[in-house]
């Protein structure tokens, strides 16, 4: 199917030598599969030859030809693009000027199809007002839906806003959820340990019943999102 031109087939055939799936892992035949099933337009493998591009992997690296390519895959809703060139336009040096206004631009068409990237990002963007008036609430708000996918550093940035009332009404019982998911351990140890001190100074303004339904809460969570 993929030497008759079937775009899908093509881009599993680049899969599989990007991977190296049966076949010595070779990125330059990826990026010609890549290459034939996003001539026609396939968006899946326009993220993917970007990537190769940003990369250098199979091709020469080449920034503009990696954003000409997700602009095509973000022309087309694809969110992994939109993501990506929210994130050139964040970066520096990267094929486009650093422009705030256009990464927020790109990751609110992202974070709005459920991206947690995004989410995050455009909560950060919002919380120094880079390319956005500067919003807490807005910045919660994003950082909620990341967090409730999983993104740690957005679950701890969230738990500080209810502890400290930034961007929300202070809720110690709200900051204690957030904060225990996040003393499991996914950030980095100092991370990790400053979210265990914030938990635990909020949980030292719950009464024991709302500090049981936390922690009850956060053990139904780890067990909805365990991987």
């Known amino acids: 199917k993929a030497n008759a031109g079937d775009a899908s087939s093509q881009v599993s055939v680049g899969n599989t030598y990007a991977k190296g799936e049966g076949v010595p892992q070779d990125y330059a035949q990826a990026a010609a599969w890549y290459r ?21 992997d199979g091709v020469s690296q080449d920034y503009a030809q990696a954003v000409a390519w997700w602009r095509k ?14 994130g050139l336009y964040d970066a520096v040096g990267h094929g486009v000027p650093q422009d705030y206004k256009q990464a927020a631009a790109w990751y609110s068409k992202s974070a709005e199809q ?50 400290m009332g930034l961007g929300v ?19 980095d140890a100092p991370d990790t340990e400053k979210g265990a001190k914030f938990r635990d100074e909020s949980a030292s303004h719950l009464a024991p019943a709302d500090l049981s339904r936390e922690q009850e809460r956060a053990r139904k969570w780890f067990e909805a999102h365990r991987a």
């Open 73 to 86: 895959a973000a022309a087309q809703g694809e969110a992994d693009a939109q993501y990506n060139l929210g």
């Open 169 to 187: 009404p202070q809720d110690y019982a709200e900051a204690y959820f957030w904060l225990d998911l996040v003393a499991a351990g996914k950030l």
């Open 36 to 56: 034939k099933a996003a001539e026609q337009g396939d968006a899946v493998a326009q993220v993917k030859l970007g990537f190769l591009y940003l990369n250098g």
């Open 114 to 163: 459920g991206d947690a990237k995004a989410q995050y990002n455009l909560g950060l963007l919002y919380a120094v007002g880079h390319g956005v008036p500067q919003d807490l609430a807005q910045s919660a708000f994003w950082w909620r839906k990341a967090a409730e996918q999983g993104i740690a550093v957005a679950q701890y940035n969230l738990g500080i806003f209810y502890y």
